[in-house]
């Protein structure tokens, strides 16, 4: 079970970015994927996470109506799209799935908004 996280990047406030976690070693469509996120100096944080029948639950107020999730199973792919990004979006954005009670993290990507 291996996933991969990619798309981030500098982007001034207001700006949009759509991270992906690309999945490999396993049938994505059986699993639930989760982004979370972590700042300098702060703790991990979920921010949302997808279903493996598609419905979305998020875990940071601050990012509904702003971040989208979505998944391609086909493309064993699961997609992160950030609008209206602030500043306090910066951190590293790491994707998470569990199987067998055993918690699979991609590498991360970091995401950097400028004012």
Not at 7 to 34: E, K, M, N
Not at 42 to 50: A, D, T, Y
């Amino acid at each position: 079970v291996q996933l991969q996280a990619s798309g981030g990047g500098l982007v001034q406030a207001g700006g949009s970015l759509r991270l992906s976690c690309a999945a490999s070693g396993f049938t994505l469509d059986h699993y639930a994927i989760g982004w979370f996120r972590q700042a300098p100096g702060k703790e991990r944080e979920g921010v949302l996470c997808i279903s493996s029948r598609g419905g979305t639950t998020y875990f940071a107020d601050s990012v509904k109506g702003r971040f989208t999730i979505s998944r391609d199973n086909p493309k064993s792919t699961v997609y992160l799209q950030m609008n209206s990004l602030k500043p306090e979006d910066t951190a590293v954005y790491y994707c998470k799935t569990r199987s067998k009670s055993r918690d699979y993290w991609g590498q991360g990507t970091q995401v950097t908004v400028s004012s």
